[in-house]
């Protein structure tokens, strides 16, 4: 087993970095340290990270990351997928921190022991008051949204049904594009993801508003949610807390 999960950045220093859990730099205005792998090197969309966000450290990773690595997963700077067991996982599904080290959350040991026995570790779900479709909808440009699903009708017209109903009937998800996973899972999911994003930016104009402008890291949340519901349902699956450090 050799597995890698890329750290997401923006920022000059990272919160969390062992033999597995590796810096990336998504952000080529700062000087960073020389050995930090960066999402502007060999086959990329750096220059998509605005509207990508954490995608384009996804996208190089499935372009470009030497096959030696059987898993992949990512984290951000300041958001990590809980490891270290405890009794109060059963219950929680994200942790706040504040002065406290997120290594205290994550080893390599642990990571490695769950994924000897689990294909997949996704974040816990959190439950919402309507779903995911009126969720995106409320809180995004709905226009963006149909034209998303209209891509997913006119990709997958046999099994659309499911996704529509999925979208409109789930009232929890979990967010920020964090997962663990084998490199064949991963590749798959790339494969599929990307194809449909693409489409969808052929289709629709960007706002302007820098926080909408993220549209595409939005969409994909989402995207996640139904893949491994609808696509993929016969994977051995670990769902973990999220642990957030705040103030950063």
């Keep these: 087993m050799n597995p890698i999960v890329l750290v997401v950045t923006h920022k000059p220093e990272v919160m969390l970095a062992t033999s597995i859990a590796t810096p990336i730099n ?19 969309i750096a220059e998509k990270n605005a509207n ?17 690595y059987t898993h992949v997963g990512l984290f951000h700077y300041r958001r990590i997928l809980k490891t270290q067991p405890s009794i109060k996982d059963y219950w929680v599904a994200k942790y706040s921190l504040g002065n406290e080290n997120l290594n205290d959350y994550f080893s390599d040991d642990s990571l ?61 998800q979990f967010w920020a594009n964090m997962f663990v996973m084998k490199r064949d899972i991963f590749a798959q999911y790339c494969e599929w993801l990307f194809d449909i994003l693409f489409e969808v930016e052929k289709r629709i104009q960007v706002s302007a508003y820098p926080y909408q402008a993220r549209v595409f890291g939005f969409m994909a949340e989402r995207l996640m949610n139904m893949y491994f519901q609808v696509f993929v349902k016969d994977l051995k699956v670990k769902r973990l807390p999220c642990v957030m450090k705040r103030d950063i």
């Design 26 to 44: 998504v952000n080529h205005k700062i000087d960073v340290p020389p050995h930090w792998l960066s999402d502007n090197e060999g086959d990329n």
């Design 52 to 68: 990508y966000c954490e995608l384009t450290a996804m996208y190089w990773a499935w372009k470009n990351l030497p096959k030696e």
């Design 112 to 172: 490695e022991n769950l994924l000897a026995r689990y294909d997949l570790l996704l974040p816990k779900e959190e439950s919402q008051h309507m779903s995911i479709a009126k969720h995106y909808k409320c809180r995004h440009i709905p226009e963006d949204w149909d034209v998303l699903i209209s891509v997913l009708r006119e990709k997958h017209p046999i099994t659309f049904d499911e996704i529509d109903s999925y979208f409109n009937q789930t009232k929890s």
